[in-house]
């Protein structure tokens, strides 16, 4: 004859309750260790530019501003890295044309942000809307 089940549950039920509880706490302990790891990722990840853009305007202190094909190369690659040569438009075609890129990017932007449900998309972007 096996035992009631009934007869098990007040026990159980408060076995459950723990583990649940155990699994809430835990889950908040890793999302709140997450959130200061990435904080302090982030601070770290700030010092280290920091210190990269001290250096190249120490580099420049001692080098001078001279027409050195460093400086050249270096400028080269700024200007590479800064310019947008083409842009993905929404049917999946390659946009070289510059006008076009101009126009295209602010209305991506608008539409991305002007949607109601982009707090989904970006859970930890927060942005104040203007009721004017």
């Given amino acids: 004859m096996e035992p009631d089940p009934k007869s098990c549950l007040p026990g159980n039920l408060s076995k459950v309750y723990k583990i649940c509880y155990k699994l809430t706490t835990t889950t908040f302990n890793c999302r709140k260790q997450e959130h200061e790891l990435k904080i302090n990722l982030n601070s770290w990840l700030t010092v280290e530019e920091d210190q990269i853009r001290q250096k190249s305007r120490e580099n420049w202190l001692i080098l001078g501003d001279k027409n050195t094909k460093k400086f050249h ?5 700024r200007h590479h890295r800064n310019h947008i040569q083409l842009l993905l ?6 946009i070289h044309d510059m006008d076009t890129i101009k126009s ?7 539409k991305l942000f002007n949607q109601d449900n982009y707090i ?3 859970p930890e972007l927060v942005v104040k ?3 004017y």
């Avoid at 295209?104 to 608008?110: M, S």
Wanted: charged share 20%; no cysteine; hydrophobic share 35%.
């Fill in 89 to 94: 438009n929404g049917d999946g075609e390659l």
């Fill in 120 to 122: 989904v998309s970006f």
């Fill in 73 to 77: 190369s270096a400028s080269k690659v």
């Fill in 129 to 131: 809307k203007n009721s």
């Fill in 104 to 110: 295209l990017a602010p209305k991506f932007y608008q």
